[in-house]
């Protein structure tokens, strides 16, 4: 890759890893409202074991000495690989003084994180048969309403959860094919990415519709992702299966991408946007490569280039950008979890 003058590279000083007994794949930090409750900031990590029987660790990170610690007490057996972790992003408007962490994966789960161990709070399954359930690959807490889980199934639908009931608010059929990410923009406005090829955004109060923003150049090609920029609605990005691009849509011009990131050597795994800025982004894959890309108000004739690169050790596979810390970003490579500074 072509240095362009503005990139740096974030070095390993800039970086604390946490090695793990088993593959790793799911990730989540803990929301900014919980720091005063613990001393440090939690993250906690899902193995990635292709059997019935799998680990999520909750791990101390204290960025003043940059150190990573498991309490071993915090870890608890998970069916299946968990295929996304998320703690609760509003968690002052619990009546609880702990921490709640959901996962999918067979089903909806949620956990409460306590000081010494962690405890089974429900299972969400809206499977009408005992014996099948189809298999969740992703969720998303709506974090203005944060009584809503989404969550997006191979079995084509999405159901939206009231998880303080404990019941189904909705399920659509929302695509073609399988569904593989789904995210909230507002509170009743959701997106979702799908092996058909399409984003399609949805609003609850009109569950009839829907309104596709893409769809693949080339037919049912699957997207992967979907990332909504919180910090300014009208972007999204999602990536395609087996492409080094991330296509960065605008959703008041469907269609036709605003600009496509087109500097990883192989195909992209993950992205995520800044919590703290709505022009930054980082994008990680199979070239080992973390990339943070600042968008440009008008993108050139030669694209776009990473303003700071990352290189890991292996193929990475998931990342998330930390909203209580915004100089950090988590990635997942092999059995290590990698916290990079983004400033």
């Known amino acids: 890759m072509e240095n362009s003058a503005q990139e740096s590279h974030l070095g390993q ?3 604390v890893t946490y090695e793990s007994p088993y593959p790793l794949y799911a990730m989540a930090f ?6 005063n409750r613990h001393q440090h900031h939690r993250i906690a990590v899902g193995s990635f074991i292709e059997e019935y029987s799998n680990r999520v660790d ?8 940059l150190s990573v610690k498991p309490n071993p007490t915090l870890s608890f057996d998970h069916p299946y690989p968990p295929t996304k972790l998320m703690f609760h992003p509003n968690p002052n408007s619990l009546h609880k003084s702990n921490d709640v962490l959901a996962s999918s994966g067979d089903y909806l789960r949620l956990w409460e994180v306590r000081d010494s161990s962690v405890e089974p709070i429900q299972v969400l399954n809206n499977s ?29 639908t999405c159901t939206i959860w009231d998880i303080e009931k404990g019941v189904v ?14 995210a909230w923009g507002e509170a009743r406005v959701f997106a979702s990415v799908s092996a058909d090829g ?20 080339q037919p049912d090609t699957p997207l992967l992702r979907l990332a909504w920029n919180k910090q300014d609605l009208r972007y999204m990005a999602t990536i395609l299966m087996d492409s080094n691009k991330v296509v960065i849509l605008d959703i008041r ?6 600009a496509e990131l087109e500097r990883h050597r192989a195909s992209v795994n993950a992205i995520a946007w800044a919590p703290q800025s709505c022009r930054h982004i980082c994008s990680a894959g199979d070239d080992t490569q973390a990339l943070i890309w600042e968008l440009p108000t008008v993108a050139g004739p030669n694209g776009i280039d990473p ?7 292996a193929e990475i596979n998931q990342l998330q950008w930390s909203a209580a810390q915004p100089d950090w970003i988590s990635i997942a490579f092999s059995n290590k979890m990698q916290l990079l500074k983004a400033s």
């Not at 009408?128 to 690959?137: D, I, M, Q, R, V």
């Not at 303003?307 to 050790?313: L, T």
Request: net charge negative; proline share 9%.
């Open 13 to 15: 000083e800039n970086s």
């Open 30 to 35: 803990s929301p900014p409202q919980t720091r």
């Open 58 to 65: 909750i791990l101390s990170f204290d960025p003043d000495t």
């Open 128 to 156: 009408k048969t005992s014996e099948f359930c189809a298999p969740l690959t992703s969720f998303d807490w709506n974090d203005i309403e944060p009584r809503r889980i989404g969550t997006s199934s191979i079995d084509t």
């Open 169 to 182: 608010e909705t399920q659509l059929i929302a695509h073609d094919k399988e569904v593989y990410d789904i």
């Open 198 to 217: 399409s984003v399609r955004i949805f609003d609850l109060r009109d569950k009839e519709h829907s309104t596709i923003i893409y769809e693949s150049p």
């Open 253 to 258: 011009s469907p269609t036709m991408p605003v």
């Open 307 to 313: 303003m700071s690169m990352y290189s890991a050790g």
